[in-house]
């Protein structure tokens, strides 16, 4: 069958691409745009690997059809920070060391970003809970808890 | 496999009657799973989150009209819905994680027809009526008549459920969901209960309604009408335990046991009554 053309805007930036209609915006991501960042864990909406912003919400890249990403604003781990100026979030979790394989660690940045994005100054509870769709078998989550409350102090105490 | 996001109502019902085991998608949370391990495999998917009015929450004079495409986020954003209907909102935001939320929706939940989906119970709750379009028109019917079974629905071929309507709430008024799952977040309902209540000018009960989750191959109606007149005193709340309980026709499986999900409907359809009540008493 032919491949759909979508027009979408990833990480800023105005992309075209081919694609199935049964392919997700994970594979397509990771396969087509070598964004390989947002990783595959589940690919069932478990894990939150996959974690993307899409119009400002956020969402399992593996539970999306590439073809809906249509006119969509679409954020992905490479569009947070950059080499030489990490995001406070990613600041953070190399220095209160929020990781150990790291594999998940891309989702939980695009996550507490997300959450931090709509509430600077969440509470221990509300971290842990916005964060239960992102899986990490290593950390026990405390770090990773305690990176997101050191970089929310982070943000509020950076001026505008 | 085809994809089509029309942007009206009609084109989306042509589509589905002119594409043989067409399926719709609206947040995509149950459905793509289905097609990645091959339990669904549709000839196309009828995107249904383009057409006007269905990722939108309007209120009216008769009460809210949510779209069925609205995601479980966008409901618990909405201020006026969530003091409104504080349990269908509950419900909606119990349901996977906050990424599921951005996707997953009102329309969903309830078509996917799972016995434990979260918001149909709430739902049945409210006496919300669900507004269908197909080849043969237009039809309302209770929330409660659309599953049939686990995974069935009563939906004819080429029918879209297109929005929900909760209707007006008078003066103390308001609703309560509550679930079991063995953890906090990210799972099942071993079982489910909501109620919604109004109260009169005295504190007693004028109008009552529950339903029940998990505990049945559909969401279930409880009869209710012995709450009426009541101010919830232990003697009802026990009474609504046992009829919870005496309602559900539960199975045995890895999440609960026939006696423990029995048990546990009752316990929380009697907390979720005594959360209600005391919401309706400051919903004065």
Not at chain 2, 156 to 175: M, N
Not at chain 2, 179 to 208: C, F, K, N, Q, Y
Request: a negative charge.
């Amino acid at each position: 069958m032919a491949k759909s053309h979508v027009s979408t805007t990833v990480n800023g930036d105005p992309v075209e691409f081919l694609c199935d209609t049964a392919e997700t915006m994970l594979d397509v991501l990771r396969n087509t745009m070598g964004l390989t960042g947002t990783k595959e864990g589940c690919g069932t909406g478990d894990c939150g690997a996959c974690s993307i912003i899409v119009d400002g919400r956020l969402v399992c890249g593996c539970l999306m059809l590439a073809v809906e990403a249509t006119g969509k604003q679409v954020t992905t781990i490479e569009g947070i920070g950059a080499p030489d100026r990490l995001h406070p979030v990613q600041q953070a979790f190399l220095e209160d060391a929020a990781l150990q394989c790291g594999f998940c660690t891309p989702g939980f940045i695009v996550a507490a970003k997300a959450l931090l994005d709509r509430n600077p100054d969440p509470s221990e509870t509300e971290i842990r809970y916005w964060l239960a769709g992102n899986l990490c078998r290593c950390t026990g989550y405390d770090k990773i808890v305690r990176a997101v409350q050191h970089a929310a102090a982070e943000m509020k105490g950076q001026p505008a | 496999m085809q994809y089509q996001s029309p942007a009206s109502i009609d084109e989306a019902v042509a589509a589905l009657a002119s594409i043989g085991g067409a399926r719709v998608l609206a947040g995509g949370t149950d459905l793509l799973v289905q097609l990645r391990s091959g339990a669904a495999s549709p000839a196309a998917v009828i995107d249904i989150k383009n057409i006007a009015g269905l990722r939108t929450i309007s209120e009216t004079a008769d009460g809210f009209r949510i779209g069925a495409a609205v995601s479980g986020a966008e409901i618990t954003d909405h201020e006026a819905l969530v003091r409104a209907w504080p349990g269908v909102t509950e419900a909606a935001g119990l349901i996977g994680s906050t990424q599921v939320q951005g996707r997953a929706s009102l329309g969903g939940n309830v078509c996917n027809a799972s016995p434990a989906a979260d918001t149909t119970p709430a739902l049945i709750a409210a006496r919300a009526i669900a507004e269908i379009v197909g080849p043969g028109g237009k039809r309302s019917i209770p929330v409660e008549q659309i599953a049939t079974g686990p995974g069935k629905t009563s939906l004819a071929s080429g029918e879209i459920v297109v929005s929900f309507l909760l209707p007006k709430r008078p003066a103390s008024s308001a609703d309560a969901y509550l679930r079991l799952i063995p953890r906090t977040e990210m799972d099942i309902a071993v079982a489910g209960a909501a109620v919604s209540l109004t109260l009169a000018e005295d504190g007693t009960i004028a109008d009552a309604r529950v339903g029940i989750g998990a505990v049945a191959p559909t969401p279930l109606v409880l009869d209710a009408s012995f709450l009426v007149g009541t101010t919830l005193d232990e003697a009802v709340l026990a009474k609504l335990a046992e009829a919870a309980g005496a309602a559900a026709r539960p199975i045995d499986d890895k999440r609960g046991t026939i006696d423990y999900r029995r048990k546990v409907v009752g316990v929380l359809a009697k907390r979720a009554a005594l959360i209600a009540y005391e919401r309706a008493k400051g919903a004065r």
